[in-house]
């Protein structure tokens, strides 16, 4: 199963599998809290390799693959070739769990032998990533158990030790330390369990073997993924595909850690707390699922900043970036416990939270949460802009390799970079991170002003004008008609055409005319493609569109740009990249978005996305693009309880009709329909329904 594109999660246990031919990080395995429980499992049958005939994904953590044997090795099994049959039913739970069933077709009088291979390296999620750690867990060697189950074990050198139990039933009829290992590289030593089959006449027989990860700290507690809110009927078909599977791996990833309830960043490498990631995903779901958001509001407070600690960038007030519970974690050989290293995720947290009271008004969340909101803004202010300029900047970091460098959400080493391609130096001063500081300040003051308090939506309203100003003295570039990537630390505008400008817009900083303008930019050749915006332009000298952030297509960054694209009235440029994300989920077997794709475009329409390869599937702000879509679509806006939730179509030709159900506003549910490109908001009450007449 680990040979296979497999993903399946439960809670906080994932399952992930990668065909031999995708490249990536080898990175297969089973995973709990940042260890790798599971690191080699393969099955044969008498020897012979088993051949996969399909496997079907049932649920967020369920998966069957039939298999049969090889052809040409009939002297082994007795068996000739397609007419042995193994299927794995696979579950994930407290645990994982296999239930073999085997058959043979045809008056076959033969006993066979099942055989199951596994090991453990106990790797460290950041291990598997590539970064080599000071120190390995010790690995101990598997042992047998009197019962005839089978313990993995490995000790940090914090003294913790962690574990995974094999159990089987029946009982192995033969178990003991595989004589080859996986790899030669491979430092884990695997074991063999077999088990003897009768055949005959056709007998179906059943082999279960259960593992069982045994981390640091409380066992896994297993919790099945939700289900879907939105019921969505279109007549783009394409499009209710895309936004059903959205809604499916919002579901999958959103995880009770530790701290508390909130979305997984994205499968394999970020089960994990994290604070942009996180925030982002609340901003683009905010009408659909507001307790989620108010879990991760929560969960974040819970966890703000209260010292200044170098090692972790922790300083009072500060939205932690990423919580992390492996062994390099456990023994600090990562400051991720938790890592403060981003400095977006203090106006992100105050933005989520502005949107959620205008959007929901929940005075028991107003209560517990504003003075973390007010230690936040404090932030801003004392320690996010370091030299008085008004910004909110970070500045050089080590280059240690377990510090970030760069602390926006294009946070690769190589992101950012003038258009000729000299490197830039700090103090850096991102350009969407002045807007989310611009939004955060302009949101809590229309918060402010809801609830009475004139004289602190005043002083707000003054800092976003402030910083509004900064903004468009320093990083707007005439002669491209788009703002810069950053600010250096000669306070020079780093030239380089980029994505980044276009989160300004549903921030609302820009002008209507410099929108326009900052719109028509992103929408030329060397930035837009069929699948999307690049993160960088074509023209650029750093332009890779095999890069992470230089030249890639991330869905997310799309749909913030779509989203401020319609807050501006500019419903063409929106429909345009609406309809790219479409065609890019389109081109999924599954209509998934992953985390983002290689910058290559085509016209010709025989041809899809090419895949970044070890892009996360699915990945939580890529899950978010679905709500966004709707958002955009019908152009939906909180008005107020009295009026209701208003709407503003979009008025595209790619979807004439649309129904959605689901929305959620003031504690009450709403529905939306489109028809013939006008849509409509309307309350439901538990008997109503959309007619599904209404869409063909």
């Known amino acids: 199963m680990l040979d296979l594109g497999l993903t399946l999660k439960n809670n906080e246990l994932c399952l992930v599998g990668r065909f031999a031919d995708r490249g990536g990080m080898h990175e297969a395995g089973l995973y709990l809290r940042d260890t790798r429980f599971l690191s080699m499992l393969t099955v044969s049958v008498s020897g012979v390799p088993l051949e996969v005939l399909s496997f079907q994904t049932l649920s967020a953590s369920e998966a069957i693959v039939t298999s049969t044997t090889r052809s040409g090795h009939e002297d082994r099994t007795g068996i000739p070739g397609s007419s042995l049959m193994v299927r794995q039913k696979i579950t994930l739970g407290a645990g994982l769990e296999i239930a073999f069933d085997i058959q043979a077709f045809g008056e076959w009088a033969t006993e066979v032998a099942l055989e199951v291979q596994l090991a453990s390296d106990f790797g460290d999620m950041f291990d598997v990533r590539g970064m080599t750690p000071k120190q390995r867990p010790v690995l101990h060697d598997p042992r047998l158990n009197p019962d005839r189950s089978v313990s993995f074990a490995a000790t940090g050198s914090d003294g913790n030790t962690v574990r995974l139990d094999v159990t089987a039933t029946p009982e192995p009829t033969r178990a003991e330390l595989a004589t080859v290992k996986s790899a030669a590289t491979d430092a884990a030593t695997p ?14 027989q059943t082999v279960g073997v259960s593992l069982l990860p045994v981390p ?6 297993p919790v099945q993924a939700g289900e879907p809110r939105l019921k969505v009927r279109s007549s783009n078909r394409d499009l209710e595909a895309m936004l059903r599977r ?14 508390g309830s909130m979305p997984a960043a994205g499968i394999p490498w970020f089960i994990a707390p994290f604070g942009r990631d996180s925030l982002i995903v609340a901003l683009q779901t905010m009408h659909v699922y507001p307790e989620r958001v108010s879990g991760t509001l929560r969960v974040l407070a819970a966890n703000q900043g209260e010292r200044v600690d170098e090692f972790r960038e922790e300083e009072p007030g500060k939205i932690l970036h990423e919580q992390r519970y492996g062994n390099m974690a456990r023994t600090r050989q990562i400051p991720h416990t938790p890592y403060f290293g981003s400095i977006d995720s203090p106006p992100l947290f105050i933005m989520t939270f502005a949107q959620a009271w205008r959007w929901h008004e929940d005075e028991a969340m107003y209560d517990d949460l504003i003075s973390h909101v007010r230690r936040a803004l404090t932030w801003i202010e004392e320690y996010g802009d370091l030299d008085g300029d008004g910004l909110v900047e970070f500045g050089d970091k080590s280059t240690d390799g377990v510090h970030i460098t760069q602390q926006g959400w294009k946070d690769s080493y190589d992101s950012l970079h003038f258009a000729n391609g000299d490197p830039v130096h700090g103090p850096f001063a991102l350009v969407e991170v002045q807007g989310y500081v611009y939004a955060a300040y302009t949101w809590m003051a229309d918060v402010a002003a809801s609830r009475g308090d004139k004289i602190w939506a005043a002083e707000l309203r003054g800092k976003a004008e402030r910083i509004r100003a900064a903004v468009e003295d320093r990083f707007w570039l005439d002669d491209e008609g788009i703002y810069a990537q950053a600010v250096d630390g000669q306070k020079r505008p780093v030239d380089a055409v980029s994505s ?38 074509s023209k650029m000298n750093t332009y890779n569109p095999m890069s992470y952030h230089n030249g890639s297509i991330w869905p997310h960054d799309n749909s913030l740009a779509m989203w401020g694209m319609k807050s501006n009235g500019l419903n063409e440029a929106a429909s345009t990249v609406a309809e790219a994300l479409v065609r890019l989920s389109a081109h999924d077997p599954e209509r998934r978005l992953s985390e983002l794709y290689c910058g290559f475009d085509t016209d010709d329409d025989r041809i899809g996305p090419v895949s970044y390869p070890v892009s996360c599937r699915p990945q939580a702000w890529a899950a978010g693009c679905g709500p966004v879509l709707i958002r955009t679509i019908f152009g939906l806006d909180r008005t107020d309880e009295t009026y209701g939730v208003g709407t503003d179509s979009i008025g595209t030709d790619f979807v004439s009709n649309l129904s959605v159900e689901g929305i959620r506003a003031y504690g009450k549910e709403w529905a939306l329909r489109m028809t013939d490109r006008h849509g409509t908001a309307m309350r439901l009450t538990p008997d109503d329904a959309i007619d599904g007449d209404a869409v063909s």
Do not use: Y
Request: hydrophobic letters at 40%; glycine letters at 6%.
């Open 216 to 221: 640091v700290g409380a066992a896994h507690d």
């Open 500 to 537: 980044n400008p276009g989160h300004l817009l549903f921030c609302g900083l820009p002008s209507r005319e410099r929108a326009t303008r900052v719109t028509d930019r992103l929408l030329r050749d060397d930035m837009l493609t069929r699948w999307g915006i690049r993160t960088l332009s």
């Open 246 to 259: 959205s809604d499916l791996d919002l579901a999958m990833l959103q995880t009770s850690f530790p701290e």
């Open 191 to 204: 074991f063999a369990l077999s088990f003897a089959l009768d055949l005959t006449s056709g007998k179906l």
